[in-house]
T-cell receptor
Framework: GAGVSQSPRYKVAKRGQDVALRCDPISGHVSLFWYQQALGQGPEFLTYFQNEAQLDKSGLPSDRFFAERPEGSVSTLKIQRTQQEDSAVYLC??????????????FGPGTRLTVL | GNSVTQMEGPVTLSEEAFLTINCTYTATGYPSLFWYVQYPGEGLQLLLKATKADDKGSNKGFEATYRKETTSFHLEKGSVQVSDSAVYFCALRNTGKLIFGQGTTLQVKP
């Protein structure tokens, strides 16, 4: 079946521009996570949704970062007034309901953001 | 707080050599432990996992045992192949989110 998809796969932005990154989770997955992966590092947690509710946003690095999942399916991560330190790969992951018996997170291919 | 520490890479091995990638963790409570792999040009894939102490996760010839007494989850494979060349990430999951180590690059030469 279809996995997690993300778009765009690559995004180049000028410093100060706003960007929006999209994530389509696996159908039926209620939990959705965003991670940021800097070059040569492991992914770092940004935020987490269960259905449409944002339950944890403790990893968002600043108020320039905003995420939403209004209908409990597709999610968008928005970065306002991008800075060079925002350059990274942004990963989305989804996981099925707990009743399915697994807490495995399935990752999308990521969006590579480069801020010039 | 929760954290994961992996051995630094790159690890370079010849084909059919034995592989160990060390991973230790710090966590409150009883986390689940994971190894993810990232092949060149691809996304993160779950390799194996263990959900409680003394569990052994295994997949594709790789194994790791959840050791609570040493807070470790070392990855091993008896005979690596060139196709195992990738970046390996150890991770724990405690309160929903995954916490990753910095990754270890494995290069296997024919």
């Amino acid at each position: 079946g279809a996995g997690v998809s993300q778009s765009p796969r690559y995004k180049v932005a000028k410093r100060g521009q706003d960007v929006a990154l999209r994530c389509d989770p696996i159908s039926g997955h209620v939990s959705l996570f965003w991670y940021q992966q800097a070059l040569g590092q492991g992914p770092e947690f940004l935020t987490y949704f269960q259905n449409e509710a944002q339950l944890d946003k403790s990893g968002l690095p600043s108020d320039r970062f905003f995420a939403e999942r209004p209908e409990g399916s597709v999610s968008t991560l928005k970065i306002q007034r991008t800075q060079q330190e925002d350059s990274a790969v942004y990963l989305c992951a989804s996981s099925p309901p707990q009743r399915v018996g697994t807490d495995t997170q399935y990752f999308g291919p990521g969006t590579r953001l480069t801020v010039l | 707080g929760n954290s994961v520490t992996q051995m630094e890479g790159p690890v370079t091995l010849s084909e059919e050599a034995f592989l160990t990638i060390n991973c230790t963790y710090t966590a409150t409570g009883y986390p689940s432990l994971f190894w993810y792999v990232q092949y060149p040009g691809e996304g993160l894939q779950l390799l194996l996992k263990a959900t409680k102490a003394d569990d052994k996760g295994s997949n594709k010839g790789f194994e790791a045992t959840y050791r609570k007494e040493t807070t470790s989850f070392h990855l091993e494979k008896g005979s690596v192949q060139v196709s195992d060349s990738a970046v390996y990430f150890c991770a724990l999951r405690n309160t929903g989110k995954l916490i990753f180590g910095q990754g270890t690059t494995l290069q296997v030469k024919p």
